[in-house]
């Protein structure tokens, strides 16, 4: 009963990592850019949310993908594409805005938590037996398989995908072959901080959303992208549901190492295989 | 470079203005300093507390005992260092008369050693950590809102007594602050004959409680001990997994303070906690305050904004008995642990010889009325001490509250 439970409850935060890392993951892969604002995103998506929910619950997750998408786009134009090359002027600057977004989040939403009511049919839980699985993680889990599906048939069958792998793999000779590599950036951009939005908005009714719940996922997503490799979406997924195991059967069996053993495995893949469980080496 | 002629004339200059003062003391302005935050995760209960104190400032015009007040905000962003820094600009720069603040435990723990040894009057609106008034006194602290189990030791005799439970669950947020609320109902509650079956910790920073409550069964209650946004997530949570309704929770103040309890929806409906205030209250005193404090914030005040307002009477108080007389801080200490304040919003209170309050402890249920949520207090404990019944030098002699059991006393 209780590892069921417990794996059920891993799958479901695993769901939220992944929408979480797999932005962060493409964007890093692509472009080399450790994108610190992806956290902010994720909790602005949250809070676009709360703010669309009148119109129904879809239409706010998607009022927050659609937001994040325009800030993404804005934030690649503006400042990312600008310090290109400058790597830690990008970490440094990306790391600023997200402290910039975090405080004028704080200022419009207000710093009280703001939970998002899940619809109507997904409230409650299924029972199974001796079970109870809050429908509404179900459901989380699925869109998440879901949307993991979509991700790689894009990446995997379509010419844009076509065009993104080409462009991870060599930048430079992918720009040579007239693939518009500066475009593509901007495209990556937007749909990766679409992912972290519309990640924020669909963690919200478990998580809610407060001021602080950047800084918290973040660093899940860098474990995540770490321990899965860098650009890889199959990685991000594995290194998502490690991630969701590590960390819930972590806090409950060891409540006082949970953080050390969520970064255990980083340090032992880091040590045997630095390009993560699926990344390529660097080329 | 100074040289010794200039630093002479400073010195005279300096000499000047101390014999200068009392000849206008009178109108020179008191200046408080508060330390609150402003940015990240703890500014939601940095701006209840400014409300809370501006709000006392405004009822009086902006003039204590007959002076003007200079009221000086600084921004500690929740961080410890950053507090530190922030106390000594306000001690040395602005030369404040005392310190109101700061919302957290840490912070007031990184400080209280620089405030005792500048010997300023350190006035703890909210931080509640256990010792500051018990095993680690600083001469210059009194606190405004009460110890972390203070409110807790009534509740777990109310559980076993008068809700007759007897096996209870407890969970808490893993840190000093719900460790000693979790230790402080424990004792009490074992002591009326109650025994506890679990107790479960959460970082403070858990995304998720469902594997927590995955752990909840067989059990009478379960006693749940969150502070800010927690609260509200573990009751959802709660929820979700069918559990209310099932095995009823009842909680430590902060859970369902009336800060967060306004975010909250039918998931919080019924539960019962211990606290020293409730906007539920039903005074003149609290009526007025309420309803002021909702013209400025909309919702009804909790913790912060109470613990900062009563601060702001417990300085009155000191400083009517010391004529106004903001730079004599031994006096002034002297008067403010003497103070009693009658016109508190949450009902009259006195400090007792460590500085910290002895007041009311209320059991309230949370209830909808109208179109909110409110704890509509259901019993009283009268001029509850932070020892509870315990002796104090028992009491003292016992290790402070921690993570694991409480020593029976």
């Known amino acids: 009963m209780f590892w069921i439970t417990g794996l059920f409850n891993s799958l479901a935060f695993a769901a939220v990592l992944f929408l979480l890392a797999a932005g962060f993951s493409l964007i890093f892969g692509l472009m080399r850019v450790a994108n610190l604002t992806h956290g902010a995103f994720f909790m602005l998506g949250g809070y676009l949310a709360t703010s669309a929910i009148g119109a129904g619950f879809w239409v706010a997750v998607l009022a927050a993908g659609v937001g994040c998408a325009l800030l993404g786009g804005l934030v690649q134009h503006l400042l990312v594409q600008r310090l290109a090359g400058r790597e830690l002027a990008q970490v440094l600057g990306t790391l600023g805005l997200s402290f910039i977004v975090a405080d004028q989040c704080l200022l419009i939403w207000s710093g009280d938590p703001i939970p998002l009511a899940a619809p109507g049919f997904l409230q409650g839980a299924a029972r199974l037996g001796v079970f109870a699985f809050p429908l509404y993680r179900l459901f989380l889990i699925v869109v998440a398989a879901l949307i993991a599906i979509s991700l790689w048939l894009v990446v995997e069958r379509t010419t844009l995908g076509a065009k993104i792998r080409a462009a991870v793999d060599d930048r430079e000779m992918a720009r040579a072959t007239g693939i518009p590599v500066s475009r593509l950036f901007t495209v990556v951009f937007c749909l990766g901080s679409a992912l972290a939005g519309i990640g924020g908005a669909l963690a919200a009714p478990i998580l809610s959303v407060y001021p602080g719940l950047d800084t918290e996922m973040l660093p899940l997503a860098l474990l995540v992208v770490i321990l899965g490799g860098i650009g890889s979406l199959a990685g991000a997924l594995i290194g998502s549901v490690l991630i969701g195991i590590i960390y819930i059967f972590g806090q409950i069996l060891l409540p006082d190492l949970s953080y050390v053993i969520l970064f255990l495995p980083m340090v032992v893949v880091l040590a045997v295989r630095p390009e993560g469980l699926l990344g390529r080496q660097a080329a | ?409």
Not at chain 2, 169 to 186: K, L, M, N, P
Not at chain 2, 243 to 257: F, H, N, R, W, Y
Not at chain 2, 381 to 409: C, G, H, M
Request: aromatic share 10%; proline share 5%; with cysteine.
């Open chain 2, 1 to 409: 470079m100074l040289n010794r002629r200039q630093v002479l004339a400073g010195a005279a200059a300096l000499a000047g203005t101390q014999f200068a003062m009392p000849a206008f003391a009178q109108n020179a302005p008191i200046r408080i300093g508060m330390l609150s935050v402003k940015s990240g995760a703890l500014a939601t209960g940095g701006r209840q507390m400014e409300d809370g104190f501006q709000l006392f400032l405004k009822e009086r015009g902006n003039t204590i005992a007959g002076r003007p007040v200079e009221f000086i905000v600084a921004d500690t962003g929740g961080q410890p260092a950053l507090a530190k820094t922030r106390a000594q600009e306000l001690v040395q720069r602005s030369n404040v008369h005392m310190i109101v603040g700061p919302v957290a435990a840490f912070e007031a723990l990184a400080i209280n050693d620089y405030l005792a040894e500048a010997q300023v009057p350190f006035i703890c609106s909210s931080a509640a950590a256990e010792d500051l008034t018990q095993r680690k006194l600083n001469p210059w602290f009194v606190r405004t809102s009460s110890t972390s189990a203070q409110p807790c030791h009534p509740l777990g005799e109310y559980a076993a007594k008068e809700l007759g439970y007897k096996k209870v669950i407890t969970i808490a947020d893993d840190f000093a602050f719900g460790q000693e609320q979790t230790a402080g109902f424990q004792r009490v509650f074992e002591a009326n004959g109650g025994s506890i079956a679990n107790k479960l910790w959460a970082p403070l920073n858990a995304a998720d409680y469902g594997s927590y409550i995955s752990q909840i069964s067989g059990v009478d209650a379960v006693f749940a001990a969150f502070s800010g946004a927690n609260g509200l997530r573990f009751l959802r949570q709660y929820n979700e997994y069918g559990l209310k309704g099932q095995i009823p929770v009842i909680s430590a103040m902060t859970t369902v303070d009336e800060g967060v309890l306004h975010t909250m929806g039918d998931e919080a409906l019924g539960i019962i906690s211990a606290g020293w205030y409730s906007a539920g209250l039903d005074t003149p005193h609290n009526n007025s305050f309420v309803e002021q404090l909702r013209k400025v914030t909309g919702v009804d005040p909790g913790f912060y904004s109470v613990g900062a307002y009563s601060a702001g009477l417990a300085l009155e108080a000191a400083l009517k008995t010391v004529g106004g007389k903001a730079e004599d801080k031994q006096g002034l200490i002297t008067a403010l642990k003497k103070a009693e304040v009658v016109n508190d919003p949450r009902g009259p209170w006195k400090f007792d010889r460590y500085g910290n309050p002895v007041e009311n402890i209320y059991i309230r249920k949370v209830e909808r009325k109208g179109d909110r949520l409110v704890n509509t207090v259901i019993k009283t404990y009268d001029q509850v001490s932070q020892f509870w019944t315990y002796p104090p030098e028992r009491f003292l002699a016992e290790p402070v509250y921690s993570r694991s059991n409480p020593t029976k006393i």
